[in-house]
Each structure stands twice: as C-alpha cells, then as structure tokens.
C-alpha cells in the first residue's frame, strides 16, 4: 500500500469519525446541566448542528464529556457569521466576536470563564468605531470610555468604573461641537455643568451636587441671548428667577424659596402670578 493512498484512507477514516459524532440539536437532551445524546446514559462528545428554514447552517456546537467546549459559531441565515467563539467547561471562554448580517463586524470581546475581561469594541454596520472600552467581571471599567458618531466623529469621552460614570465627562454634536462638559461621582451628575448648542453657543451653565442642581443657572437661546437666569437650592428653585422671550422681552420674574414660588411677580399672560 503506498504512502499516499494510506494518507488518503487515514483522512477518510477521520472525516467519517467527525460526521459520525455531528448530530442534530433536537437529539441531545440536558439533564442536570449535562447535554446526553437521547437514549444514552453517555455524556454527549461531539458537535450539534442547526439549520435556518432555507436549510442554511444556523449553529454549530462542540462538546465534551457533555459540556459545551470548543469552537462555537453561528451564521445568520444568508449564511454570514454571526458569532464566532469558544466554551470551556459550558460557558464562553476566550475571544468572541460577533457579526451584522452584511458581515461587517458588530462586536470584539474576550471571555474569561464566562464573564466578559478585556477590551471591549462595538461598530456600525459601515465599520465604523462605536464604542471603545474595557470591561471587567462583564462590566465597563476603563479610564477612556469613548463612543463615536456614525460617522466617525467623537462622542462621548469619559471614566467608567463597575459599570458607573465616575469623573470627567464630555459628550459631542454629530459637527464635532462640544455638547456637554460635566463630571460624575459614584453614576451621577457632579460639580459644574455646561451644555452648548450644535453651533458652539453655550446652552446651559449651572452645577450638580449629587445628582441635582444645585446653585446658579443659566440657559441661553441659540443665538446666545440670555433665556433663563436662577438658582436652585438641591434640585429646586431656589431665589430670583427671570426668563425672556428669544427677542428679550421680559416674560417672568419671580422669586422662589425653597421650589415654591413666593414673588413678587411681574409676568406676561403667558404666567400667572402666585
């Protein structure tokens, strides 16, 4: 017998051992957490199939001694990749990606005994950067967090710690304009505020105590005129208040304590007095 026909018989033998062990989902069964071929007392080795109703391959399972381990991937049903992974010991272990259905990336982790650990980035289905982080324990922990616009430009950049805000923060327009530029403490808003329109204009400008307003507020029109001048006292109205049209004309000026409006007043039909 030649070398090459022993190859080849050898390879034969091998595909067929696969194929014999590749088996329908719907003829495993789990008991207790382990996945038995129906009928078998024998914890199931071998790789289950399943099909999309246009007979395309819609997942692809490994096991061993019963458990899910190994190669793990499903295809959407025009037979691009979907998810593309591994297990250990029955649950994800190890690089992970997974796919949109014009096979443009979607997602890249890494799993570490189940749980998400490492960086961590998501995308458009035009391939751009989404999101760019780290995670820990399954939960966003990095000092850069960033999210980007669809096309491309920054929009988010801040400190994310256990899954919670915590420090710096700055949001963007879609131009590439300043949207907001703020700081969190423990997920909440903390420390001075500022939010701006999409033309540069400052919007707003106050400040945050543990999650309220707190202190001098004011708000702006588009065009940079003043709309609202005040204060709050945690997280209400606390002191003068005075709002204006967009043309500067006065429309209230009141006083508040304490969130209640006690005056004096002087006002439009638009408000009425207290």
């Known amino acids: 017998m030649s070398m090459r026909f022993l190859l080849v018989f050898l390879s034969i033998l091998i595909i067929n051992s696969v194929h014999a062990r590749e088996v329908y989902y719907t003829q495993l069964v789990i008991k207790n957490g382990i996945t038995y071929k129906s009928n078998s007392d ?5 790789k289950s199939i399943s099909y999309h109703s246009n007979s395309r391959l819609k997942e692809s399972i490994t096991y061993v001694d019963g458990l899910k381990n190994g190669l793990y991937e499903t295809f959407h049903d025009n037979g691009q990749l979907q998810i593309k992974s591994a297990h250990l010991n029955g649950v994800y272990h190890g690089p992970y990606e997974e796919y949109f259905f014009n096979g443009q990336i979607n997602i890249r982790t890494n799993y570490e005994n189940g749980s998400q650990n490492g960086p961590y980035m998501e995308y458009y289905r035009n391939g751009q950067i989404h ?16 999210r980007y616009h669809e096309n491309g430009n920054l929009m988010v950049i801040t400190a994310i710690f256990n899954d919670l805000l915590d420090g710096p923060y700055e949001t963007f327009h879609d131009n590439g304009q300043l949207q907001i530029k703020s700081a969190h403490l423990n997920g909440v808003y903390h420390g001075p505020y500022e939010t701006f329109h999409d033309n540069g204009q400052l919007q707003i400008k106050t400040a945050y105590l543990n999650g309220v307003y707190h202190g001098p507020y004011e ?19 606390h002191g003068p208040y005075e709002e204006r049209f967009s043309n500067g004309d006065l429309k209230i000026k009141t006083t508040y304590q304490d969130g209640e409006e006690v005056g004096p007043c002087i006002t439009t039909i638009y408000h009425t007095c207290k």
């Open 42 to 46: 024998n914890p199931f080795n071998g």
């Open 131 to 146: 999101r760019d982080s780290y995670k820990m324990n399954d939960q966003y922990h990095t000092s850069v967090h960033k």
């Open 219 to 237: 708000e702006y029109f588009f065009d940079g005129d003043l709309k609202i001048k005040t204060a709050h006292l945690n997280g209400v109205y």
